[in-house]
Nanobody
């Protein structure tokens, strides 16, 4: 049973930082591409960042380039998203995702989803 658990969300003022974590209870985690997505009410879920299984490929949404960094520690089955210089428009529910291959991950169609962690940025 694949299982993703996010943590690290919260409320922060504009310009602040947060680090999201996602622990994956997946037997073949080391073979999976991983990613972060976000969604606000009334809008479609969008891809924020992704990293390939071996870390050789990364993807960032244009709106977060230079501010967010995705990383992973395969030994701990953990994915991270360091978010700096946060803006009110970054406010959303953030979801961890895994599997499906790189193309499906960056196109928003991974195999597995976490339950989400809320990030709220106030101005």
């Amino acid at each position: 049973q694949e299982h993703l658990v996010e943590s690290g969300g919260g409320s922060v003022q504009a310009g602040g930082s947060l680090r999201l974590s996602c622990v994956a209870s997946i037997d073949t985690y080391t073979e999976y591409s991983m990613g972060w997505f976000r969604q606000t009410p009334g809008k479609e879920r969008e891809g924020v960042a992704a990293i390939s299984a071996r870390g050789s490929l990364t993807y960032y949404h244009d709106s977060v380039k230079g501010r967010f960094t995705i990383s992973q520690d395969k030994s701990k089955n953990t994915l991270y998203l360091q978010m700096n210089s946060l803006k009110p428009e970054d406010t959303a529910m953030y979801y961890c995702a895994a599997g499906g291959g790189w193309s499906r991950m960056v196109s928003g169609d991974p195999d597995y989803w976490g339950q989400g962690t809320q990030v709220t940025v106030s101005s």
